[in-house]
Each structure stands twice: as structure tokens, then as C-alpha cells.
């Protein structure tokens, strides 16, 4: 069990530097997850230079999936086992799991910072427009998460920000846009108030995106084009031989488009030999080159590289992660306490003298 004391977590003379990321806790994760966000978080990580917060945000997963709050609380132990199975460590001092249902500063600051936020740029958010869809009564929940989202950056915010303090959130350079409302919320309440946050920063890596095995533009659990980190060998084989390719890839001699074949996309994503996968390409391109020989060799190069996922899982099956958990959230509640506290004194928000 790892030691949270507040001592332990004291400004340094350099500036906090505080990374917060997470993920909805709707179910196992997928490659998708893996190359989207799992790959870059264990590289922020290896590289040791930022105190990470990975967020559990069950709570935020109540905006899709209210009507089966039991999944959720599986889902959390999922997730879990997903990410120490990818090698994210919370023995090491810096890495911390928390779960948002169980930070009530965080619901605290979600609500104050409620008062500053305008219903008409919430609105705006494109992410919130998107999922609405056809959705013509969305829960008040749903509709606030902008503002919740700002919350979860804001809560490990150094305070009182220092010159060198950093708030940093993985991005790929095309979610960079959804991240300027946490900035605006941010300096709009330093600009009213005084100065409590330190306004988020994108850290820009290399994320990627990854269709789903049907060749649709999302993996998706539901509509079963997805390949868990938690599936077996045999699992991952069947999956693969049934991936989509190029349509018009009729006969092992006709050309093939390899740009937009979910199989090609695959093998550019996890196999390692470039030169391999150059040859392949090359060769499905010109023809004489058959969809199941290509994805025997994907199927061979996926289990290759969740081989030692696999095998971190199992040294985990059993166990008690619950120690895991508990020791990131405080450790989270720890740094936002000062936070929520701040923002009370510059909102005159105490008892009366």
C-alpha cells in the first residue's frame, strides 16, 4: 500500500507539475483505447517527470449509462485491470488512480464553477452537440459535463499558482479545441475572483485513432467491432479473420486499397517491422497478395503485442485492487482541498463574522 500523506505531495522548489487524464467507466477497453490514449499515458509515465492523476469517471459515465449503475461499479475494477495490465504502475510515487465518484471536493468545485459558466457557450461545446443526436430530453447531467470536465482539470490545479506550475492533459491536436473552455473558465474566474487556478495546458503526443474492425470510423463495444486488451489468443485470431478489407479485393490477383482497409490500418498500428509492413503493402497494392495471409500475419502481430498484457493481468487476477484506488483518490482529495478551499474565500463563501 502506498503512503499518501500531505507532506508527501508539498510544492517543489521548481513548480508542480500535475498531469490529469481519464477515462468513462462504461466497460473493458479496447485497442482503440490502447492507441488513443493507454499508449501515451505509459510514456508520460516511463518519462517520470509529471505527478499523473488517471481519473476513474464513473460519475460521468452516469450521463449515457444511469439506467445500469451496477455495470459501472464492475466497470471500474475493469478498468483498473486494463490499465495496470498495460503497465501504468500506481506503486510508483507520482501515479495515481482515482475515482471520481469518490472526490467530493470535485463535486464542490463542479457546482461553483456552475455559477460562472454560460449555458450559451456549454451549449456550444461541439463534443455535447455531437452526442445529443436524437436525444430530445438529455439529462441535466449530461448537459453540465462541459463544466464537470473543467471541474476534474481544475481540482489538482497548484494553489496559489506559482510561476513553473503546470496543469497538463494528454491530447491529440484535434481535441486541443476542447480544452479552451477549462482555459476560459480557468482565467474567467481568476480575472472576477483572484488568482486559484492555473489555466490547463494540451500536452500534444502522438495519439492516434483507430477504426473499428468493421472498417466504421468508431470502435465500438456495442456494436461489436471492437478487440479488448483482455481477449485471448483465440479470441483475437477470430476477430481478425473477420475484419472488413477492400470490397473490391475479389481475388487473391486484383489490386487492393491498403489506405483505407481496416486490416492495413492495423498492421501500421502494432506491427513494429515497418519494412514488413511496407512489403505487404506493396504487394497487396500490385495483387497476388490474399486478405487471409495478410491477416494471419495482423493476427500474429496483435497477440504479439498484448502477449505482455496478458501476462501483467494475470499477476493481477485475484487481487485486491481496492488499496489501489483509495490511495489515488486521497491522494487527489489532497491537492484539492486547498483548491476548493481558495475558490470558497474568493467567493465569500464561509461563515458569517
Known sequence: ???????????????VKRVLTGMRTTGELHLGHYVGALKEWKRIQDEGRYDCFFLLADVQAL??????????AKSVVSVVKDWLSVGL????PNIHFVQQSMVPERYELSGLLMMIAKS??????PTLKSEI???KN?????MAYPVDQVADICMVSPTPPRSGDEVLVPVGEDQIPHLEYSRVLARRFNHDYGDVFVPCSPLVGEVGRLVGTDGKEKMS??????INLSDSEVVVNDRVMKMFTDPNHKTVNDPGDTENNPVFIYLRAFDPNKDEVAELTEHYQRGGLGDVAVKRILAQRINE???PIRERRSQWEGRDLREIVVDGTEAARIVSRPVVEAVREKMHLGYPD
Open 138 to 142: 438529455p439529462t441535466m447531467g449530461f
Open 221 to 226: 463495444k456495442s456494436m461489436g467491432n471492437v
Open 120 to 125: 450559451a457557450e456549454v451549449f456550444r461545446n
Open 1 to 15: 500500500m502506498k503512503m499518501i500523506e500531505a507532506q508527501n505531495l508539498q510544492i517543489p522548489k521548481a513548480g
Open 133 to 135: 443526436g436524437s436525444d
Open 63 to 72: 450521463t449515457t449509462h444511469a439506467e445500469k449503475p451496477e455495470l459501472l
Open 89 to 92: 504502475d500506481p506503486n510508483d
Open 305 to 307: 503485442m498484448l502477449d
